[in-house]
């Protein structure tokens, strides 16, 4: 009987042993075709609109269509110039003038900008935030004079910046984090006062001490509020560019879109715009998989 059992596992054991390896292949090609099907997905589903506008700018500008609010289609670039302006700014040798192959220069001085004025802001509003959500003492001493300093646009303190400031990178650094700055503050104080109490007492009760509580409970619970606010403030941040470039600045895309507007040039307006949206939506991006990375697979936005 034992002879036989021994027979038994001997004769199914190799077989055990190779048929297991292509079972793990199977999941792992299943698992990667469910994510990649997914992402040509979304990508097929993306394609149609951007595909329908480029059909109806060229349609539009070949026919002077007028659109609302007086908008006159014949004074735009066709999408045919734009896509040559912008391989011109990028490689250069196509337009062959003063701005070809100048795009990474520009691109670069102004991501730098960006990214010093957002980082400030972040370091500050995220701990007052916290603070002011943990502290009803801190958030009556500071909430009024907040509320009456943030509803005054931007664009109003371009002047004052020159003039306290002056000109070049640090009053566009200035701006930005004046932008920026609001947008994490608001989402950070939301998100650390919408922490249920029910948190802190399972905390407390698992022999949490009250000096953990904060990077224990309150910031992962408050984590996808204040994401949220960091990607409202960081698209804001490349808007705000535009105006901080706009005088005494001479390398930048903000910079470049004024040198165009004065020289009349529609199709390198349009290139750079179409160059800060794509700064822009990679720059989200790769915040994003940066605070995956930090955060693991708590559940942030999509």
Same mark, same amino acid.
């Given at each position: 009987?034992?002879?036989?059992?021994?027979?038994?596992? %001997?004769?199914?054991?190799?077989g055990?042993?190779? /048929?297991?390896?292509?079972?793990?292949?199977?999941?792992?090609?299943?698992?990667?075709?469910?994510? !990649?099907?997914?992402?040509?997905?979304?990508?097929?589903?993306?394609?149609?609109?951007?595909?329908?506008?480029?059909?109806?700018?060229?349609?539009?500008?070949?026919?002077?269509?007028?659109?609302p609010?007086?908008? $006159? &289609?014949?004074?735009?670039?066709?999408p !045919?110039?734009?896509?040559?302006?912008?391989? +011109?700014?990028?490689?250069?040798?196509?337009? +062959?003038?003063?701005y =070809?192959g100048?795009?990474?220069?520009?691109? !670069?001085?102004?991501?730098?900008r960006?990214?010093q %004025?957002?980082?400030?802001?972040?370091?500050?509003?995220? @701990?007052?935030?916290?603070?002011?959500?943990?502290?009803?003492?801190?958030?009556? &001493?500071?909430?009024?004079?907040?509320?009456?300093?943030?509803?005054?646009?931007?664009?109003?303190?371009?002047p004052?910046?020159?003039?306290?400031?002056?000109?070049? +990178?640090?009053?566009?650094?200035?701006?930005?984090?004046?932008?920026?700055?609001? =947008?994490?503050?608001?989402?950070?104080?939301?998100?650390?006062? #919408?922490?249920?109490?029910?948190?802190?007492?399972? #905390?407390?009760?698992?022999?949490?001490? @009250? *000096? $953990?509580?904060? !990077?224990?409970?309150?910031l992962p619970?408050?984590?996808?509020?204040?994401?949220?606010?960091?990607r409202? *403030?960081?698209g804001? /941040?490349?808007?705000?560019?535009?105006v901080g470039?706009?005088?005494?600045?001479?390398?930048?895309?903000?910079?470049?879109?004024?040198?165009?507007?004065? $020289?009349?040039?529609? +199709?390198?307006i349009?290139?750079?715009?179409?160059?800060?949206?794509?700064?822009?939506?990679?720059?989200?991006?790769?915040?994003?998989?940066?605070?995956?990375?930090?955060?693991?697979?708590?559940?942030?936005?999509?």
């Amino acid at each position: 009987m034992t002879t036989l059992k021994t027979q038994t596992a %001997g004769a199914a054991g190799p077989g055990a042993r190779h /048929s297991a390896p292509p079972a793990v292949d199977r999941a792992d090609t299943k698992t990667w075709r469910t994510r !990649y099907g997914t992402r040509i997905a979304a990508v097929l589903w993306a394609l149609p609109v951007p595909v329908l506008v480029l059909l109806l700018w060229d349609r539009g500008v070949g026919g002077g269509w007028t659109l609302p609010f007086g908008i $006159q &289609m014949q004074f735009l670039p066709t999408p !045919y110039d734009v896509a040559r302006r912008l391989a +011109d700014l990028a490689v250069g040798g196509i337009v +062959d003038d003063s701005y =070809s192959g100048t795009l990474w220069l520009h691109l !670069y001085a102004s991501t730098l900008r960006v990214v010093q %004025g957002f980082a400030i802001a972040a370091a500050v509003a995220v @701990p007052l935030g916290i603070l002011m959500g943990r502290s009803r003492t801190v958030n009556r &001493m500071l909430e009024p004079t907040l509320g009456l300093v943030r509803p005054i646009p931007v664009t109003a303190w371009a002047p004052l910046s020159l003039l306290i400031i002056g000109f070049g +990178d640090r009053a566009t650094i200035f701006l930005v984090f004046l932008a920026a700055v609001f =947008s994490i503050l608001i989402n950070t104080v939301a998100g650390v006062r #919408a922490v249920p109490p029910r948190l802190f007492e399972a #905390a407390a009760m698992l022999g949490t001490p @009250p *000096a $953990q509580t904060l !990077y224990k409970v309150v910031l992962p619970a408050a984590i996808p509020t204040i994401v949220s606010g960091l990607r409202i *403030a960081l698209g804001l /941040s490349w808007v705000i560019l535009v105006v901080g470039e706009t005088v005494g600045i001479r390398v930048g895309l903000g910079a470049l879109i004024t040198q165009a507007r004065e $020289q009349s040039r529609t +199709d390198l307006i349009v290139a750079v715009m179409i160059v800060i949206g794509l700064a822009g939506f990679l720059a989200d991006r790769i915040m994003m998989l940066a605070v995956r990375l930090l955060v693991g697979r708590r559940p942030l936005l999509p």
